[in-house]
């Protein structure tokens, strides 16, 4: 099959699902379309071949992915194009909130563009940047519904001061420029979280932001949350 020529928004719409691995329909829909109806040409873009439905999250929602011919012509690794496993569907999930509705100036990045920055020792795990007058590389780290939140403090103090004392990330951690953000799936969870390193010190020793991003389970509620906004735009 030969593959149409991409229109500006398509293909700023491809670049968006190769690099977030996945997206969801009101996402595209704040991003791309004003918050408008992007149905017709998702519908397009699967006919196409370009992008697939993924079932599998709660009330039918589905999220959507490159396809593995597209993610080949655009020299991804075709795990792109899989269905995520394990821990990986909800860590996907909340970077792509954190970048794409809860916040400004984020923007997911590529492997390569964190080996230019750290080498090839570079850290695991999603990263972002964030644009301001200092930008500064942000570490995502999604804390999963059951997870013990005392636990993940300690496992993040632990972190940190291995941070600090690499030969690679130190002066990046004392200089606030490598940040973590910690996302939650619940308000109170994130309030607790905040108090926590609060008391423990921790967000004295870096740059950490705690923020609320759904996990699949509680992801139809928040997107109906996220399309009564855009409707009342």
């Known amino acids: 099959m030969v593959t149409p020529p991409s229109s500006d928004r398509d293909e ?3 670049r968006h699902i190769g690099l977030y691995r996945i997206t969801l329909r009101p996402v595209l829909s704040r991003l791309f379309f004003d918050g408008g109806n992007p149905g017709n040409v998702i519908q397009r873009l699967v006919a196409e071949g370009r992008i ?15 396809t593995v011919a597209e993610a080949r012509a655009r020299g991804l690794p075709e795990a792109r194009a899989r269905p995520p496993r394990g821990q990986a569907l909800p860590a996907h999930l909340g970077t792509l909130w954190f970048c794409c509705v ?11 563009e964190l080996r230019q920055l750290f080498g090839n020792r570079f850290p695991n795990g999603p990263h972002c940047i964030e644009g301001g007058s200092v930008p500064k590389i942000v570490r995502v780290h999604t804390i999963t519904p059951r997870a013990s939140l005392s636990t993940a403090v300690r496992m ?22 490598y940040c973590i953000a910690i996302l939650a799936d619940e ?5 607790r979280l905040r108090r926590s390193l609060h008391e ?4 004295r020793r870096a740059e950490i932001e705690v923020w609320y991003a759904p996990s699949p ?11 009564a906004m855009q409707n009342d735009h």
């Not at 389970?217 to 399309?227: E, F, I």
């Open 12 to 14: 700023r719409i491809l």
């Open 52 to 66: 697939q439905a993924r079932a599998g999250l709660p009330n039918r929602l589905s999220y959507y992915q490159l």
């Open 102 to 112: 809860e916040g400004q100036g984020r923007t997911r990045l590529e492997h390569n």
């Open 156 to 177: 993040l103090g632990r972190r940190i001061e291995r941070f600090r004392e690499s030969t690679v990330l130190g002066a990046w951690v004392r200089n606030r420029q």
């Open 187 to 191: 308000p109170g969870r994130v309030e």
């Open 200 to 203: 423990r010190g921790l967000n």
């Open 217 to 227: 389970a509680g992801l139809p509620a928040a997107v109906q949350r996220l399309r």
